[in-house]
């Protein structure tokens, strides 16, 4: 860190010298590359070159001193040299052979396409590295809170379930119901036509409380909680309040994503089981208005027809997508940074990507339970 | 009193110890030597790299001893606000270290989180937390403390910041002042080894600024807090602080109390900076400084060329003879307890003198001027500016 050895070109404008000192090797080239930019030159005709000062010179540096003399003298100035140690005039010299090579090389300008794509490659694994260390930090954070139960923070955890499971009730009520009543709809036209009518109780059955009631669930959560989350983190790091709560001695993973991420995990089934009553009871009155099945026969039938793994699988996908949405909510607050402008680009994002993930691990789900022939 | 000591070579430098002594005895400060006081805060070559090849700060040593008020002072883009969160654990350093009361809290290869480090901080726009009461905001850090202990932390830090009986209203419910003394009962309530504070006075309107620098230097001097203080107003700096670190570029370039910073600058960027200055060439002949408007005593250590610039406060330069002389007044403002006068010297430089309130001279008016600079601050021609 010694400050003598770092390269440096000073300039005496009333006299006409340009001083160079330290070490002009390759580590110091972009330092002096920007203290150059920013020079300013001697005006008189005769210029003074003082290298005494020169403690070490490389190519690097040779270089860089070369294109400084280049350019002065296409400005019609006289150089003269002092004090140059004769091994570094050589090195120079040997330089100024190669003027056409120098000449060719790049400035400052477009980066070569293989260094563009160092850099987006880098990017990327940066971006996911970081993603991975979140979720170690997440985990870290939650085996903690198994640990010592004491340092949950049982007030967020309590208001997250309010805002984000019982809040939620009349919406997935509302559009479960309303899915039931679409499948029995169609279903009960091609079932009509093959003289079919009770299998209908099969076919709401299953579609609904395998796939559709914990994808739907999923789908609402993470538009209506997870951008919440997105949106909250987001304008607390743009006022520092995510700073501050990290001076005053809490951790913000215990703040603010594991209450979350547990709310989720206890609300998620819930609304699902409740998605799954208020689907079926839709298709059910389909069913009885449009196939002439009564309700006592459709759930004898649904007894028989629907086993319990049925219900079971849609039941483990809840808390999978549970965590999900928390983590990509909590995860893409945490990555906006400067205005608040791009808190609203983040919570499209995250809305984006944890739907994306929610269908990617419901497929990965049916293609590994079909694997295993369940 | 400190000893100041500045941290980097300058282009010229003074012996400001010699100096620094009899002014700094004058400002009585309540505090014992800072060799009796522990070492609370120590940065050691401290460098903060978002990209390689470009530090935000580099090589930045700094220490601050128990009750201390040390200011970081500088342009905008000088890397202070950089240093302050590299202290309080937000930006990880990429050379050098930190300790905190002796306990390593930053280097390359390890990093304390920001909520393991103690430091309590006020933020700029405050931080508060809109959906929480005053009282729930100051409490915020005492969660792990029991409810009987808490409740009178509370009743404490509200008689300090003087905002009993407003406990139950919401950051939007109060003025700029009391949501800054919010904050600081924030910060200081979970009882931290070291305050930051962010530019503390810039959203506030110049009135409430003097009295809240008042009231904040008196409380942190009342709880002995040490504190670290980030500002760019160098009046604030100096009415605050016990050390002044003047940063450029990311380097520190002088640490030392206010009297010597403004009297013995060690480079012309903090005789600019820390308030009015002028620099005139001179040269060096028998052992005193010929300039165009007189003759200065040579003083200090100050070694390298004959060629020199004279540093020029307004007040060490005195209009004495009004209608005579060669220079010409060009410009006066007028700053209520005194005026500032531009003067056009024969060679065509400006320098600036300043007169009590009550001398008004018209422009165009022919004057000749008396040096009463007291000490004399030499910079080589060639440094830069």
New interface residues.
Partial sequence: MSLHQQANLTVDVSQGVLRCSGNWTVTSLSRLERQICKIKWPEQRAVVWDGSGITALDTCGAVVLYRCLERLRKEGREISWIGLRPEFAELLNLVADQALAIAKMPVDGQPHWVARLGVAVWTKANQAIQAVAFLGASTMAGVQALVSPRTLRWRMLAKSLERDGFHALPIIGLLSFLMGVVIAYQGAEQLRALGANIFIVDLVGIALLREIAPLITAILIAGRSGSAYTAQIGTMRVTEELDAVRTLGISPFQYLVLPKVLALLVALPLLTVYADVLGVLGGMMIAANQLNIEMTEFLSRFEQAIALKHYVIGLVKAPVFAVIIALVGCYQGFQIYGGVDSVGQRTTISVVQSIFLVIVFDALFSIVLNWWGV | MNSPTSS??APSTLDIRTFASPISEANTQPLASSSTRPTVLELR?VTCAYEP??PAIE?MSLTAAQGDILCLLGPSGCGKTTTLRAI???ERVT?GEIRLNGRLVSSPQHHV?????????V???Y???PHLCVADNIT??L?RWPAAARRERLRIMLDLIGLKGLEHRYPHELSGGQRQRVALA??LA?N?VLL?LDEPFSNLDPDMTVKMREELLQLLRGTRTTTVLVTHDHDEAFAMADQVAVLHGGRLVQCDAPETLYHLPNCPFVAEFVGQADFIPGVIENGKVMTEIGEFPRQGTYQGGNHVLVMIRPDDIRIVRVGHGTARIEYRQFRGSENLYRIRLPSGRHIHCAQPSTHVYAIGTAVELEIIATHTVLFE??S?R
């Fill in positions: 980097q070579p070559a090849q470009r090589a309080a654990g937000f050379y989180p920001s909520e393991e480090r103690r430091v309590g901080m933020f700029q726009d931080a508060l937390f915020f850090g969660h924030r910060a979970p931290p930051l021609q060639s830069t």
